[in-house]
């Protein structure tokens, strides 16, 4: 019995753990793509570009399950709303709806024997879905003056080099970790 409440307690503190960093990635990798942003002429178009605090996300939800990925997924925005004001409070809901949606969806797919890229486009693909319904919701059940369809389209397109930046980088991060953590066992 002690034994396995020391698994757990391990388990449970080693999940802690990447949602502590995946948090503070979330929160942090979007601000040097703003400062480089800046720096360029560019804005805050590169941070919207590149998607970059998907990357996190995905990750923690692929290495420590559905709840780490969907508390990972729904803290990240929300911080980085009270440190830094973005993404900005319009925005704010869909951005937690499809982060929490991306680590929810990729934590489901954790123990899968599935590829890591199908995991990976799987959980894009829900993330995806759970933000144009909340951007449907917003528009027609409560009144926003936005245009849901060219909305919705927009993200897509305008974050298609992050996406294409996730397909490189999250299988290659998770082969790292597979094998390091095969080396450590």
């Not at 980088?169 to 790292?176: E, G, H, Q, R, V």
């Not at 597979?178 to 066992?185: D, F, G, S």
């Given at each position: ?21 995946s948090?503070?990635a ?24 590149f998607?970059?605090?998907h ?87 409560f ?23 996730q397909w490189s ?8 970790f ?8």
């Open positions: 019995m002690t034994n396995y409440l020391t698994i757990n307690r391990k388990i449970i503190t080693t999940k802690a753990l990447y949602i502590a960093i948090v503070i979330a929160v942090s990798l979007p601000q040097i793509f703003h400062l480089v942003g800046a720096a360029s002429g560019m804005g805050t178009e590169l941070g919207a570009a998607l970059p605090m990357l996190p996300v995905f990750l923690v939800g692929l290495m420590a399950g559905p709840v780490a990925g969907l508390i990972a997924g729904m803290l990240s925005p929300l911080l980085s709303f009270a440190l830094s004001g973005m993404p900005s409070a319009v925005m704010l809901p869909n951005m937690i709806a499809e982060l929490a949606g991306y680590g929810l969806f990729a934590g489901l797919l954790y123990n899968s024997k599935m590829p890591v890229f199908g995991k990976l486009l799987l959980a894009q693909i829900a993330g995806r879905i759970l933000k144009a319904v909340v951007i449907l919701l917003s528009v027609y059940a009144g926003s003056k936005a245009n849901a369809v060219p909305m919705i389209w927009n993200s897509i397109v305008t974050g298609l080099p992050g996406i294409l930046l980088l999250i299988p290659l991060f998770m082969f790292w597979y094998n390091r953590k095969k080396k450590h066992e």
